[in-house]
Each structure stands twice: as structure tokens, then as C-alpha cells.
Nanobody
């Protein structure tokens, strides 16, 4: 089992920045990739960004490319997402997700590819 705890959410004005963090504990040696998803009220959960845990390749949704940056610290078993130039439409609960090598099915952007989830952190962007 892997436990994930997010932090760093909050209220920010449009154009501002936040740095989200996710700490992983437990059987982290099995981690293949970690990602961030978000869910706004009344909408489905959507992919935001992901990172391959071993080689560090990164993947982004088109809506956040150039504004968000995902990174990792393998020694600390933490993943981060720097969010810049935030827009009101970025308002959502942001979830950290992890997938193990034995579970991953080849698509970083699908929520079904991840078998561990955090509780989420609220990001609110005011206009």
C-alpha cells in the first residue's frame, strides 16, 4: 500500500501561483509514476500532469502546458506541481495519484491507470 498526502492548496488571485506537494509513504519502491488530477464542482475528474518516477519524463494536459510544472524528489518520495498564471477555471480539488509498476496500463492521463489516491487539496482562484 501507498499513502498519499497533498498540501499547498489555497486561495489565490488570478495570475498568482501555488506550489502543490504530495508526500508518499508505504511501499513507495513500487512506484512507476505519479500524477495530479483535478475535479471542479459538477465536472468529472480530469488529468493535469504526470511524471515517470524513474526517468522523470513529464506529461501535461493542454490546458496547463506552459503554466504548470511537475517535478519529483525521489529521495523524499515527494512530487510537486508548481502552478503559475492561475486562472479562475483552474479552481478545483487537486488530487495526487500514484501507480505501481505492476498496475500501470500505459496511459498517464487516465485516472484508471492509478491505484493510489490522496484526499485532495482545494485550489481556488479568484478573478
Amino acid at each position: 500500500q501507498v499513502q498519499l498526502v497533498e498540501s499547498g492548496g489555497g486561495l489565490v488571485q488570478a495570475g498568482g501561483s501555488l506550489r502543490l506537494s504530495c508526500a508518499a509513504t508505504g511501499r513507495t519502491f513500487t512506484t512507476y509514476a505519479m500524477g495530479w488530477f483535478r475535479q471542479a464542482p459538477g465536472k468529472e475528474r480530469e488529468f493535469v500532469a504526470a511524471i515517470n518516477w524513474r526517468v522523470g519524463n513529464t506529461y501535461y494536459a493542454d490546458s496547463v502546458k506552459g503554466r504548470f510544472t511537475i517535478s519529483r524528489d525521489n529521495a523524499k518520495n515527494e512530487v510537486y506541481m508548481q502552478t503559475n498564471s492561475l486562472k479562475p477555471e483552474d479552481t478545483a480539488v487537486y488530487y495526487c495519484a500514484a501507480t505501481s509498476t505492476s498496475y500501470f496500463r500505459g496511459s498517464y492521463s487516465l485516472s484508471s491507470a492509478y491505484n493510489y489516491w490522496g484526499q485532495g487539496t482545494q485550489v481556488t482562484v479568484s478573478s
